[in-house]
């Protein structure tokens, strides 16, 4: 069975494991459960799993996807409750189909979260509602400039008893902007305590991802 996803939850003490131990995490959850991964073939044969858009560590979400091949025909609606008593605490299988379109088509994100230790909420609506929001950051060719205002088509502040709450929706892929951009953009501004957590994929068009 090709062309496979998973939609899964990591919230809790999941939310520190980094992406690479997550791939084991998942592989060995597969091998658990007696779900056969489908692997490549060649002198170094790997799963045949990818994760959508990999969380920074210390990110929570209810909408992670993974893609997966299995070496055998399974009962897909079946597999989350096969699969969960395998998995750790934090990571929850939620739903698993044939694939209906490509990871890339992935293009929005819901996001909330609670931000301390900084501004109130008026002065961050104020700041990312700017017509342009230039951030320098880190990327692979090196430290770039980018311009973040055209990639954020929500971005929500109401001064809360806990904090600074946020609900934001921001451009996933080409471009890419997360929450750490946005805070790295706000300098100085920027709050002491921030977290975050995903809700929701959209494609493009603001339809649901799947």
Known sequence: MDKLRLKFAKTGRAVYISHLDLMRTMQRAFSRAGLPLKYSEGFNPHAKISIILPLSVGTASLCEYMDFALTEDRDLGSLPEILNPCMPEGIEALEAYEAPCKGAELRWLRLEGVMRG???????????????IPVEHRAKRGVRTDDIAPAIRLARFTDGAGGVE????????EPTVSPELMMAALGQDAPAYFRFTRLEAFKEDMTPFR
């Not at 501004?119 to 342009?132: I, L, P």
């Open 118 to 132: 900084g501004r109130d909420g008026a002065f961050y609506e104020d700041f990312f509602a700017q017509s342009s």
């Open 166 to 173: 946020a609900q934001l929706i921001l451009h996933a892929q």
